[in-house]
């Protein structure tokens, strides 16, 4: 089972993308879902994350109220809605996927997760 994240791309700050992460596989289910994000130089942080069975959602500070984090059920696309984007914005976004629910004070750690997307390019200029 393979993750593809898209949607990345270059907005004018205050713009708004949407990223997706999708399975190879329709039928496989992840419960939790996770984006992680990489700037040039930064170590790799948890943005947000969602889990079906809990229905737990976790945002980092920086993007609580800006970003939304949404699935349909858990063999569906994962969506990412990034609004009001900022330059510090900028990085590589991954997805990252796990069969079974990640407990709320885990899903920022990425060793928890199974799968891993290639990532997608988000560029925020100011």
């Known amino acids: 089972v393979q993750l593809q994240a898209s949607g990345g791309g270059l907005v004018q700050a205050g713009g708004s993308l949407r990223l997706s992460c999708a399975a190879s596989?329709?039928?496989?289910?992840?419960?939790?879902v996770g984006w992680f994000r990489q700037a040039p130089g930064k170590e790799r942080e948890a943005v947000a994350s969602?889990?079906?069975?809990?229905?737990?959602?976790y945002y980092q500070d920086s993007v609580k109220g800006r970003f939304t984090i949404s699935r349909d059920n858990a063999k569906n696309p994962v969506y990412l809605q990034m609004n009001s984007l900022k330059p510090e914005d900028t990085a590589i976004y991954y997805c990252?996927?796990?069969?079974?629910?990640?407990?709320?004070?885990?899903?920022?750690?990425?060793?928890?997760?199974?799968?891993w997307g290639q990532g997608t390019q988000v560029t925020v200029s100011s």
């Open positions: 990252a996927a796990a069969p079974l629910s990640i407990i709320l004070s885990q899903v920022r750690n990425s060793a928890r997760y199974d799968y």
């Open positions: 596989r329709r039928t496989f289910g992840f419960d939790t």
């Open positions: 969602i889990t079906w069975r809990r229905q737990d959602t």
